[in-house]
Nanobody, 117 residues
Framework: QVYMVESGGGLVQPGGSLRLSCTASGSVININTIGWYRQGPGKQREFLASITRSGRTNYLDSVKDRFTLTRDNAKNTVYLQMNGLKPEDTAVYYC???????????WGQGTQVTVSS
């Protein structure tokens, strides 16, 4: 079993920055790709970005100029640095770990990000 825990959410002003963390525990040796998703009020969950164990990244076009993913395998943690935040970025942010051996995904509980003046 793998457990994913997000942290770092909060209230920020438009144009501000925030860094989210996602820490995996349990059978972390089985986890390769970790992705970030978000779900805004009244919206469906959408993909934001992902990073493999080797550091290969993939970003949604609308955030690739503002968001940056990094990974610290020693700490089993992935960081999502978000700059130039906009009100439309307001959402619950989730991380997801992938076990490629069994094509299984582990979701975190989510952390709230609110962008407002």
């Amino acid at each position: 079993q793998v457990y994913m825990v997000e942290s770092g959410g909060g209230l920020v002003q438009p144009g501000g920055s925030l860094r989210l963390s996602c820490t995996a525990s349990g059978s972390v040796i089985n986890i390769n790709t970790i992705g970030w998703y978000r779900q805004g009020p009244g919206k469906q969950r959408e993909f934001l970005a992902s990073i493999t164990r080797s550091g290969r990244t993939n970003y949604l076009d609308s955030v690739k100029d503002r968001f940056t993913l990094t990974r610290d395998n020693a700490k089993n943690t992935v960081y999502l640095q978000m700059n130039g935040l906009k009100p439309e970025d307001t959402a619950v942010y989730y991380c997801r770990g992938e076990n490629p051996n069994i094509s299984y995904y582990y979701w975190g509980q989510g952390t709230q990000v609110t962008v407002s003046s």
